[in-house]
Structure formats: structure tokens, C-alpha cells
């Protein structure tokens, strides 16, 4: 499926639920909302290892979110997103399942934690974008973001390839 870039308007995301895989195309114009919007992917790099893809998108009326290949519907009873700062300059994001840990990354974030502090004019809306998988455990749950995703949102069909 075809995903927006999380922060690059002249990038697009062609994204594989099933592999988790992602490849990034570049577009020939910055104006990127003259399609649907299917929803955004982006990607961090763990602590000590690879790098992981993530999508957030509506698939027949479910917000889902993927990590990889592991995709969980957002509306499921007993899920939650965690998302913390254990030391600095070091993030953690958790899917928790009924109590149980099912997911969780360890990521660094030196570069944009110091360009937050050198940038006078760095606010919330800076944030939202260096840091998609805390904006994610944000706002996943909160029936207000949910209503407009789903509102503004395309929807992906199950099994299909066309956007």
C-alpha cells in the first residue's frame, strides 16, 4: 500500500503489511494530497540493530498499526501504546496486550534531542513529527484523532493491492 511519509511531503511509503518492508519514493512535487490519504509510515532504528518500519492506516473502518510485520488493530480491547524516555537521548515505545508486553523498541534520538535545544523556535508541533512513535502512544486511543483518521482517511481493503 502506498503511505504518506510522516515528515517528508515528497515522499511516499510503498508499504507491506505482510513483510513489514518499506521502500521510500521520491516524488517529482512537494504536493502530495492530490490522492487519498491511506495513512503515514516511518522508521526508527533500534538501540543496537536494525531498522524497523512502522505504518499507522485504515484498514475496512480499523485503525491499524504495524511494527514490522506484527500489526495490531488499535481498537482492540486491552491494547495500549506506551512510550518513554528511560534515559536521555534514548526512547522506548511499547504494545501492550491485556497486560503483556507484545512489542517494544529501544531507539536514540541524540541528533533530534539536540536540535530541540539549539532551536529557540522548537515547539509541540516539532515534536509531533520528530517523534512519531510518541505522537502515536498519544493519540492511538483517543476517540477524537480516531474519528478524524477515520474520517479524513482513505480506506485499504483487506487483500487488496490498489490504493
Given at each position: 500500500?502506498?503511505?504518506?511519509?510522516?515528515?517528508?511531503?515528497?515522499?511516499?511509503?510503498?508499504?507491506?503489511?505482510l513483510?513489514?518492508?518499506?521502500k521510500?519514493?521520491?516524488?517529482?512535487s512537494?504536493?502530495?494530497?492530490?490522492?487519498?490519504?491511506?495513512?503515514?509510515s516511518?522508521?526508527?532504528?533500534?538501540?543496537?540493530?536494525?531498522?524497523?518500519?512502522?505504518a499507522?492506516?485504515?484498514?475496512?473502518?480499523?485503525?491499524?498499526?504495524?511494527?514490522?510485520?506484527?500489526?495490531w488493530?488499535?481498537?482492540?480491547?486491552?491494547?495500549q501504546?506506551?512510550?518513554?524516555t528511560?534515559?536521555?537521548?534514548?526512547?522506548?515505545f511499547?504494545v501492550?496486550?491485556?497486560?503483556n508486553?507484545?512489542?517494544?523498541?529501544?531507539?536514540?534520538?541524540?541528533?533530534?534531542a539536540?536540535?530541540?535545544?539549539?532551536?529557540?523556535?522548537?515547539?509541540?508541533?516539532d515534536k509531533?513529527?520528530d517523534f512519531y512513535?510518541?505522537?502515536?502512544?498519544?493519540?492511538?486511543?483517543?476517540s477524537e484523532?480516531r474519528?478524524?483518521?477515520?474520517?479524513?482517511?482513505?480506506?485499504?481493503?483487506?487483500g487488496?493491492?490498489t490504493h
Amino acid at each position: 500500500m502506498l503511505l504518506r511519509h510522516w515528515t517528508h511531503n515528497q515522499k511516499k511509503i510503498e508499504f507491506s503489511p505482510l513483510t513489514g518492508e518499506a521502500k521510500t519514493i521520491l516524488l517529482k512535487s512537494s504536493k502530495s494530497t492530490d490522492s487519498t490519504c491511506l495513512g503515514f509510515s516511518h522508521c526508527e532504528k533500534k538501540l543496537f540493530g536494525s531498522k524497523v518500519n512502522f505504518a499507522t492506516y485504515i484498514e475496512d473502518t480499523k485503525i491499524i498499526f504495524n511494527a514490522g510485520k506484527k500489526s495490531w488493530d488499535t481498537g482492540a480491547d486491552g491494547i495500549q501504546f506506551k512510550h518513554s524516555t528511560p534515559y536521555p537521548f534514548i526512547s522506548k515505545f511499547q504494545v501492550i496486550e491485556n497486560g503483556n508486553c507484545t512489542f517494544s523498541i529501544l531507539y536514540s534520538h541524540l541528533g533530534r534531542a539536540l536540535l530541540s535545544l539549539i532551536d529557540v523556535t522548537y515547539d509541540q508541533l516539532d515534536k509531533d513529527a520528530d517523534f512519531y512513535l510518541e505522537y502515536m502512544a498519544e493519540v492511538l486511543l483517543d476517540s477524537e484523532w480516531r474519528a478524524t483518521a477515520k474520517d479524513r482517511w482513505g480506506q485499504h481493503k483487506v487483500g487488496s493491492d490498489t490504493h
